[in-house]
RNA sequence: UGGGGGAUCGUCUAGUGGUAGGACGACGGGCUCUGGACCCGUUAGCGGGGGUUCGAAUCCUCCUCCCCCAGCCA
């Protein structure tokens, strides 16, 4: 296999995309010794499953390609940043498997971006705008007219200093003034409009404390930081295509100068943001969660945050793989949460030992098991195609337990499980057969008597095979526990499409708490173990809130469930048969 | 209306003048002490019109549709 300069074909971390393209290009040409890239972005929020694309793609290229990716914050906004975002973006980062060259702060920069400040001003490039907030907007123009001049637009290198100085020193409150490039008012991108570099904030900033009372701007503060640390590619996302012409434009005015290297300089990269159905992606409307309660923190299982992921149980070697599945481009795109859905399980399927756990119990009773007998059933951890050993034991009596969805006294076609006078087999134990029905007083089936045929242990009957398998647990035994479901927090696709209130479209069950049992050998394994609960799903215990003598677990994920998919299938279809047919007629 | 981007199976994504491929989904079948997993098969796409070429998703041209831009947010 031939490797020349760029990334080995065998364990790419990031699929080859057209910045792969661009990397190879630069490398062949000598542009760069080495790659190096950075993530995240601004410490205002927590870090989502979007995030995780760019992070997997910063950090993945410069694996690949033996370079290096700084973590770096644009805390350039002291209004709405915090430490605490910082940290919490620090340990997903982590989490997600990934290693920092280095950790920097456009905050570091601050002492140096204002001496590039004062360089352009002595150029006459910047000057400082006293225009209010409303009149700079009205003489920016339009898309389709020109921006106007400010007044101040021709102030003196010297008074502009001066200004800009004493903005510095607190002379002025906030808005007073700002400082912008003098670029053209007339382009036609709208970003080269003489954009504003600097603002009067005087707020303290959770890095610089009160040392400043001025910030850059992103737009400012963006490719001089790359420049500083030698980024060879700033990558970001599409909305920001036409500020690219501001990083341009500053960097070809201040490279070589404030110790910026002339050469090489970095360039700015736009791929696509993740949309993923069923949730929203923008930190302003997950904020609007926490915020209005309707999740119980950035953390919430439900929530598309790392740490809502983390919490639910979700490994990061499988958002690793989503994010590499996915790729990368250019055009806008929305994932079907099925693909999520499907590298989680993939992820899960080959890992997590099975076991048994009954979410809505219902009560059998084996009369012909004398009762205080126990037997201890051999019962491996993994099944024949998962290449892992290992087994438990299962305690097998009198009295158990078995799903109350797995009975139905009128079974429809095709229902493999549980009925009266049915057979079934208990997982990893006996054919049993349903003799009798107990109801209460109001109907409801609240026990099964049934009788089990000994000699079925890991034998058919004698008289003909038994097509379904029922998890149970024994009702001495098992371990109640309370077992948090999870659903997809947004009943449209994409609850930002419709316009109006997205909160509008909260599932309100998203969250379903159950009160099962879980068979006992689970108190040995470490609390972190994550197991399939057979013919249920996936599920951990709460890293939160779970506890020896109060289990809580979470279903991370469903199994695939073909058969509830025919039943829904089969009710929706074939009642309105009739009704469609007339239907048809009459338009 | 100006500028900047983008359009390939239902979805995401390869393809860079030479048989449009993969993943997810859907559908059908096999296997199974999980209606899971796995295996096999089917379905299904180059936004539209012209042109260049032996040959076009790819090059040219006209058009259509979608996204972004008028924060002292990022």
Redesign the pocket.
């Known amino acids: 296999m031939s490797d020349e300069a760029g990334a080995s074909t065998r364990e790419r971390r990031v ?4 910045i792969t ?1 661009i990397i190879d290009e630069d490398l062949k040409q000598d542009r760069y010794a080495k790659i190096t890239t950075r993530s995240p ?2 410490p ?1 929020g927590y870090l989502h499953i979007g995030h995780a694309k760019s992070i997997c793609l910063n950090f993945g290229l410069a694996l690949d390609y033996s370079g290096e990716c700084n973590l770096r914050f ?1 805390d ?2 002291p ?2 940043e915090s430490i605490e975002y910082v940290e919490a973006a620090k340990r997903d980062v982590q989490w997600l498997g990934f290693q920092w060259a280095r950790e920097r702060y456009a905050s570091d920069y601050f002492g140096r971006l204002y001496e590039c400040a004062e360089q352009l001003i002595q150029h006459g490039k910047a000057y400082v ?1 006293s ?3 409303a009149e ?2 009205a003489h ?5 007219e020109p921006g106007k001049p400010s007044p101040y637009r021709d102030r003196s290198v010297e008074e502009n200093l001066d200004l800009f100085r004493r903005m510095r020193a607190g002379e002025f409150p ?5 400082l912008r490039a003098r670029i053209d008012l007339a382009s ?4 080269l409009r003489d ?2 570099l600097y ?3 005087h707020a303290p900033h959770y890095h610089t404390g009160d040392a400043w009372c001025i ?5 400012f ?2 490719p001089l930081s790359d420049a500083i640390e030698g980024i060879s590619h700033s990558i970001c996302t ?7 012409a501001i990083y341009d434009w500053l960097l070809e005015h201040l490279r070589g100068t404030c110790g910026l290297p002339p050469s090489p300089r970095p360039y700015q990269y ?1 791929f ?1 943001r993740l949309n993923l159905d069923y949730t929203v992606l923008s930190k302003r409307k997950l904020i609007k969660l926490v915020e209005g309660s309707h999740v119980r923190g950035w953390d919430d299982p439900r929530m598309p945050t790392l740490s809502g992921l983390r919490r639910r149980g979700v490994t990061p070697e499988a958002i690793r793989q989503f994010c590499f ?12 949460v ?2 999520f ?3 989680v ?2 992820d899960l ?1 080959v890992r997590a030992p ?1 076991v048994l756990a009954v979410l809505r119990p219902l009560r059998i009773v084996l009369t012909n098991q004398p009762e205080g007998t126990i037997e201890h059933l051999e019962a491996p951890y ?5 290449p892992r050993e290992g087994s438990r034991t299962l305690p097998f009596s009198r009295e158990l337990y078995i799903e109350h969805d797995d009975f139905m006294e009128q079974p429809p076609k ?4 549980l009925s009266p006078g049915g057979r079934v ?6 054919v049993i057969r349903c003799d009798e029905v107990v109801k209460d007083a109001t109907g409801d089936v609240v026990e099964l008597r049934c009788s089990y045929d000994p000699t ?4 058919q009957p004698s008289d003909g ?1 038994v097509k ?4 149970w647990v024994s009702a001495a035994h098992a371990m109640p526990a309370e077992v948090r479901l999870y659903n997809h927090l947004f009943t449209a696709p994409d609850p930002e499409a419709t316009g109006g209130d997205f909160a509008a479209h909260l599932r309100p069950d998203s969250l379903v708490v159950a009160r099962g049992y879980v068979e006992p050998s689970v108190l040995a394994d470490p609390a972190d173990t994550r197991y ?1 609960f ?2 249920l799903g996936y599920f951990w215990q709460d890293p939160e809130d779970s506890r020896p003598d109060h289990l809580v677990f979470n279903r991370i994920i469903t ?8 039943a829904e ?1 089969a009710a929706s279809t074939s009642p309105n048969k009739t009704d469609r047919s007339a239907s048809d007629g009459t338009a």
């Open positions: 699929n080859p995309n057209f393209e972005p601004e205002n644009d350039t906004n209004e709405t705008d225009l209010s907030d700079m907007s920016r123009g339009t898309i389709t906030d808005g007073a003034h700002v036609r991108n709208m970003k954009p504003v603002r009067i904030v910030y850059p701007l992103y737009d503060a963006h599409l909305e920001f295509e036409n500020n690219r736009e696509a599945r996915i790729g990368v481009a250019k055009s806008n795109s929305r994932v079907d099925s693909s859905e499907a590298t399980r993939d399927n099975r993994w099944p024949h195609d998962v095709g229902f493999h499980r087999r208990l997982r990893h134990a006996y079925t242990l890991r034998a095979r379904g398998t029922l998890h399939q057979e013919r199994l695939r469930d073909s058969w509830a998919k025919a299938k």
